[in-house]
Each structure stands twice: as C-alpha cells, then as structure tokens.
C-alpha cells in the first residue's frame, strides 16, 4: 500500500504516521517478493524431483560437506540456516532417516549434538549438485550482466547485514 490518509490517535496524541511506500519502492517490493517466491519454489521443486528432498534439507548436507570431519553441532547449523532447533531437529530426523545424516553426542557438551553427514548423504549431494547448480545459474545467473550481478551481491549484503540483530538477548529462531 503506498498511501494513506493520515490518521490520528486518541483527541490528545496524534499517531505516529507510517513511512509509506511510494509507486516505485511498491513496484521493487513487489517484484522482490515475486522474484524470491518464484525462486525458492524454482529451486525447490529441481531438488525434490532430481534428489526427493527441499531446498533447505540441501542446504544441510552442503554445510556439512564444508565441515571439518563433515560434522558440526547442532546450535551451528540452526543458527547458520536462522531456523529454530526443533524445526532444525526435525529436518535431521529425517535426513537420519534417508540415511544421509546420523547424529553424534558431543563428548565436552552433554546436552550437545553433532550432525555427521554419511558417505552415503555425501554421494546423494555429489549426484544432486550439478543439477542444482544449473537450476541456479539458469534461473539467476544467467538472466543477468556482470555488472547487475555485482550489484545484487552487494545490495544482498547490505539487506542482512542490517538485519543482524546486534543485541545478545535478541528474539533469536536458532535460540528457541
């Protein structure tokens, strides 16, 4: 919505009034959210036909493949994919379940878990990652100059950067 009538509070305090957007920053936000829906859903359904699982569950057995030992605690992973650790469970449940992941005790942390990703998850990734890198390139990469990619890194960077909550006791997913 980019405009509205100003409104007002109660007779003795006015409103704070909304910063609405203008014609153009509606017109970017909107193809912003077309462009990341139509995306994730691109990508997603790549990976559920070529490997039977959603992009997010690749996106696990990726950190792990990077992963000293193909390992890392679970608070990590939670927190590198800014999802809760039950959602987080869950997903690792399952990949234990393809027999693609196991989970390990961490010896200094009773509480704490280890994701291991198996020989078995690691050659499901090999196998998937060709393809999704193609799915990749043809639905982002090839659709834009050097110069526009460049930009879209950039401004990416700028977006999360501002949104990293700086204070410890912030509402955290990876906390929950």
């Known amino acids: 919505m980019a405009t509205e009538p100003p409104q007002t509070g109660d007779d003795a305090t006015p409103a704070v009034q909304p910063r609405w957007l203008d014609a ?3 017109r970017v936000w909107q193809a912003y959210l077309s462009a990341t829906t139509l995306l994730d859903d691109h990508l997603d359904r790549q990976l559920q036909r070529d490997a039977g699982m959603p992009h997010v569950y690749y996106g696990f057995l990726v950190q792990l493949s990077e992963a000293p030992r193909r ?6 992973m939670a927190r590198a994919a800014k999802i809760t ?3 987080l469970s869950h997903a ?8 693609w992941v ?6 200094s942390d009773r509480r704490g878990q280890f994701a291991v990703l198996t020989d ?5 990734l090999r196998r998937t990652a060709p393809g999704h890198v193609e799915a990749v390139r043809q639905a982002l990469f090839d659709r834009l100059t050097p110069a526009q990619q460049k930009t879209l ?3 990416m960077e700028i977006v999360a950067e501002g ?3 700086l204070d410890a006791g912030a509402d955290l997913p990876w906390l929950r």
């Open 120 to 124: 078995q998850g690691y050659e499901v």
């Open 92 to 99: 690792i449940a399952r990949l234990e379940r393809n027999g």
């Open 85 to 87: 650790r039950s959602r």
């Open 163 to 165: 949104l990293q909550p």
């Open 102 to 107: 196991t989970r390990e005790d961490c010896p």
């Open 24 to 26: 153009d920053e509606q």
């Open 71 to 76: 390992r890392l605690r679970m608070t990590e």
């Open 153 to 155: 890194g950039e401004i």
